[in-house]
């Protein structure tokens, strides 16, 4: 998107709040050697290992979720000064935050808020029969297509898809846009995204989960719009496997760019991780540096996505 135009149970993994033990990265996570990792070597009467030595220092100076997440905030603020970024990432095999930070602030959504749409739209019934509403939904995720975005949202009642999405996934600081016209003026947080993502692959009907997972696999590197999609995460963990969904706007105020999606390390766990990343850019920051910006900081997830 390049314009302005870009109460049921909340269904979540038990979160672990970041600093607590559970939500620590030790150093050997983060590419630490291995020796640092080690506490099981022998030693002597009244000494201690030196590896279990090492061990304890590692304890002693753990990484918290709130500390890589600062990390990845300076980085994009190197990048793009002024910048103000949302953090939200989960192990979804344990709910346990990787990093978080202003998880909770609110952001516009630009394109982010397709995932709804398209969530939206094939929950009606007879939408997975009808070929012609798949291809729709198809190519307005893995393009970002905001022509058919415009289409399902008119049909779907504009604001009344967020209120109804907001009520099934049980989002707890998803609102409407003021505008009923401008879909990407959606506000989110990132903790609700990782919400959206969450229920799209535990909750949806299987059709629904594998189209969409389908079509963020096979994000387009272009576009409809000509954008260079390959931001944030598919260019910074271009060796995972993904499915995103990204989002970029301009408004009189500001620049919206966002890096959304589920990332795993290997074959046997393709969508371990939900990593989801918002900001609000200065008005008049260049797509690419926005972009670059936002890679900056999830390549330093690499480590700790393992």
């Known amino acids: 998107m390049s314009s302005i135009q870009d109460r049921a149970p909340r269904a979540r993994w038990h979160w672990v709040a970041a600093g607590t033990t559970a939500a620590v990265i030790s150093l050997s996570a983060l590419g630490a050697p291995a020796a640092f990792a080690t506490s099981h070597d022998q030693a002597g009467p009244g000494q201690v290992p030196e590896a279990a030595a090492a061990t304890t220092a590692v304890a002693a100076h753990p990484i918290s979720a709130t500390a890589i997440a600062q990390q990845m905030q300076t980085a994009i603020q190197a990048a793009s000064p002024g910048t103000t970024v949302g953090i939200d990432v989960v192990d979804t095999t344990t709910g346990t935050a990787v990093a978080s930070l202003n998880a909770d602030q609110q952001f516009y959504t630009a394109s982010v808020v397709k995932l709804l ?58 609102t409407a846009p003021e505008d009923t016209a401008q879909w990407g003026e959606t506000l989110t947080t990132p903790r609700d995204v990782v919400s959206i993502f969450h229920y799209i692959t535990t909750q949806a009907p299987a059709a629904t989960r ?60 393709p969508y371990r991780y939900a990593v989801v990343v918002l900001s609000t850019q200065p008005a008049g920051t260049s797509w690419s540096a926005a972009g670059a910006a936002l890679t900056a900081g999830v390549t330093l997830l690499h480590a700790a996505l393992k």
Do not use: C, E, Y
């Not at 990204?246 to 766990?269: E, H, I, K, R, Y």
């Open 210 to 269: 594998d189209l969409i997972l389908g079509a963020l696999h096979n994000t387009a590197q272009t576009a409809a719009d000509g954008t260079d999609q390959f931001f944030g995460i598919p260019d910074a963990l271009s060796g995972a496997n993904w499915a995103v969904k990204q989002g970029w706007m301009d408004l009189d105020s500001s620049t919206t760019l966002d890096t959304t999606g589920l990332v795993g390390p290997a074959a046997d766990q």
């Open 117 to 174: 749409i398209a969530l939206d739209t094939l929950g009606n019934p007879g939408a997975q029969a009808d070929p012609g509403t798949v291809a729709k939904v198809t190519q307005m995720l893995s393009a970002s297509d905001d022509d058919i975005a415009d289409q399902l949202w008119v049909a779907g009642g504009n604001n009344a898809i967020i209120d109804r999405m907001v009520a099934a996934i049980g989002l707890n600081a998803t």
